[in-house]
């Protein structure tokens, strides 16, 4: 079991930067790959990025590929995602997710495969 806590969301202007964060409790965080993923409403939830265990592999959406950067923090049982140029099409709820069931430089694109959710955060882009 592990506990998934976002934050960093807010209301930026478009071009704008934000960083969340999503902080890890309970089963040993390093066993765990990670990702993010957003869902607009009246859309479904979309794959952002993710990272692997151990943090030397990571995958992006092509929305956001060269403007959002995902790392992680094993000491801390930290996950971030920094978001540069920002755009309106990018508001969003953002949640944090984990899968137990990968090996150590693998991760998933795919929402089905992760197991434990963070409650969401939103992100509003303005134009």
């Known amino acids: 079991q592990v506990q998934l806590v976002e934050s960093g969301g807010g209301l930026v202007q478009a071009g704008g930067s934000l960083r969340l964060s999503c902080a890890a409790s309970?089963?040993?965080?390093?066993?765990?790959?990670m990702a993010w993923f957003r869902q607009a409403p009246g859309k479904e939830r979309e794959f952002v990025a993710a990272?692997?265990?151990?943090?030397?592999?990571?995958s992006y959406a092509d929305s956001v590929k060269g403007r959002f950067t995902m790392s992680r923090d094993n000491a801390k049982n930290m996950v971030y995602l920094q978001m540069n140029s920002l755009k309106p099409e990018d508001t969003a709820v953002y949640y944090c997710?984990?899968?137990?069931?990968?090996?150590?430089?693998?991760?998933?694109?795919?929402?089905?495969?992760?197991?434990?959710w963070g409650q969401g955060t939103q992100v509003t882009v303005s134009s």
């Open positions: 997710a984990a899968d137990p069931n990968v090996s150590y430089y693998n991760y998933h694109r795919q929402s089905f495969e992760y197991d434990y």
């Open positions: 309970g089963r040993t965080f390093s066993s765990f790959a």
């Open positions: 990272i692997s265990r151990n943090g030397g592999y990571t």
